[in-house]
């Protein structure tokens, strides 16, 4: 059988068909020349000139550091969605395939999920590269992935620069921390406290030792004038705990926030990575700079997708 148009395969995720999502993916996958046109043949069918609007998929990060419970968590929320009725993708980033040394210590549990189960897809995505941010495969995924699934989540590992990649891609940044491990101080003089929109302690089982992270957190977060960021303690474990409360404090901040600002944000911000990644800084400063070019991508159609975006700078850099 002949791989499927790519066109066809963007409009079946447009019509919320999930089973074109495996071979999407692996289109998407495929960074060839070749591949990246049969890509942006997709990706234009799931751009919101092509859906009348923002993708419906919520769109939310969970990032922290290895070990603190994230792949655990997310099992347990998955079953969690599922039992709302939802639909649920994952694209677990692997920092391995950047760093050398394969699976990071701590970094221990996968995804539990029912594989017969066709309402929930798991998959690793490579990491990418410090310039661009995450990986543009990642990128495009959750958005043809956000076409179809109720939920899209994108897991990374890390405290640092991974949670501003997060932020700029997801629609909700969820941010682990695990009890007594010193992530909460390291958190706070990170800066990362910007960064989330939900604040999760793992490992709610532990205890004493969990609630003064809970407690900690929630003052420091007070401290900064973030009282609206929510703290939330789960045990993802059975029997678990707390993690309808972490869902419901998913889909509160969802309800808060200007989806459309912070998608067309984001769209913005991945023209310019990858634009910039694409053609190196030389080519940025053949637009006059970066601040010129993020005033180039603001007079643009909000409905454009990120390769329309792209394919704009390059053209206006002289470079097609
Ligand atoms: N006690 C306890 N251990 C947990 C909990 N969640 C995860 N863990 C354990 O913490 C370790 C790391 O979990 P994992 O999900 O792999 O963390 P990740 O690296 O952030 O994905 C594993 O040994 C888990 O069994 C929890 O709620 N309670
Ligand atoms: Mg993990």
């Known amino acids: 059988m002949p791989p499927e148009g790519a066109a066809t395969l963007g409009r079946r995720l447009r019509e919320r068909d999930r089973s074109a999502a495996p071979q999407a993916l692996n289109l998407i996958e495929d960074r060839t020349p070749a591949g990246r046109e049969r890509t942006r043949e997709l990706l234009a069918e799931v751009s919101p000139a092509a859906l009348g609007g923002e993708a419906p998929g919520h769109l939310v990060g969970l990032t922290g550091p290895p070990g603190a419970g994230k792949s655990t968590l997310l099992s347990a929320l998955v079953a969690e969605w599922r039992s709302r009725g939802r639909t ?16 990071l210590l701590g970094d221990r549990a996968r995804i539990a999920h029912d594989p017969a189960d066709d309402g929930v897809l798991i998959r690793s995505t490579a990491a990418g590269t410090r310039l661009g941010g995450l990986a543009a495969p990642t990128r495009e995924a959750a958005a043809a992935l956000a076409a179809a699934f109720d939920m899209v989540v994108v897991e990374t590992v890390g405290v640092g620069q991974s949670e501003t990649d997060v932020e700029e891609l997801c629609d909700t940044v969820a941010v682990v921390v695990q009890p007594g491990s010193g992530d909460t101080l390291q958190f706070l003089k990170a800066g990362i406290m910007e960064v989330p929109d939900v604040l999760v302690v793992t490992k709610a089982d532990l205890g004493e030792v969990a609630l003064r992270a809970r407690r900690d957190l929630a003052s420091a977060l007070r401290s900064l004038g973030r009282r609206d960021t929510p703290v939330v303690a789960v045990s993802s474990l059975p029997p678990t705990s707390g993690i309808d409360a972490l869902a419901d404090a998913i889909d509160a901040h969802r309800e808060r926030i200007d989806l459309p600002a912070r998608r067309l944000r984001s769209r913005r911000l991945s023209a310019l990575a990858d634009f910039t990644v694409e053609h190196g800084e030389s080519a940025l400063r053949a ?4 601040r010129a070019a993020e005033r180039l991508l603001a007079e643009q159609d909000p409905a454009l997708g990120v390769p329309e975006l792209t394919a704009l700078l390059a053209a206006r850099a002289g470079l097609r």
Do not use: E, F, Y
């Open 287 to 290: 637009l006059g700079g970066r």
């Open 88 to 103: 649920v993708a994952v694209l677990a980033v692997d920092p391995s395939s950047k760093r050398s040394g394969g699976s």
